[in-house]
Nanobody, 122 residues
Framework: QVQLVESGGGLVQAGGSLRLSCAAS????????MAWYRQAPGKQRELVAG???????NYADSVKGRFTISRDNAKNTVYLQMVSLKPEDTAVYYC????????????????WGQGTQVTVSS
């Protein structure tokens, strides 16, 4: 069984900062891309940022220059450092990872965390 557990969400004023963490655990052989998505009320889930196993990153235009994604491969953990937060960043943030389990016959599967709420007040 593989689990992704997020932490670090909360309530912050506009202009503030938060750091999200997501740790993968279980019978893991390899993790490919790790990413953060978010979903605001009444909107579709959208990609915020992603990072490959060799450290290449990509960001949504709306967060470039404000958010930084990073990962610690030894800890199977991905982080999202968010600065200069805006009210429009308010959403549930979800961690996603492409993981191959040990002894897998089917390759990489996509796993999701349970989500963590980020609320930015104006």
């Amino acid at each position: 069984q593989v689990q992704l557990v997020e932490s670090g969400g909360g309530l912050v004023q506009a202009g503030g900062s938060l750091r999200l963490s997501c740790a993968a655990s279980g019978s893991i052989f390899s993790i490919r891309t790790m990413a953060w998505y978010r979903q605001a009320p009444g909107k579709q889930r959208e990609l915020v940022a992603g990072v490959t196993s060799d450290g290449r990153t990509n960001y949504a235009d709306s967060v470039k220059g404000r958010f930084t994604i990073s990962r610690d491969n030894a800890k199977n953990t991905v982080y999202l450092q968010m600065v200069s937060l805006k009210p429009e960043d308010t959403a549930v943030y979800y961690c996603n990872a492409e993981i191959m389990e040990r002894f897998s016959q089917i390759g990489y599967l996509s796993y999701w965390g349970q989500g963590t709420q980020v609320t930015v007040s104006s």
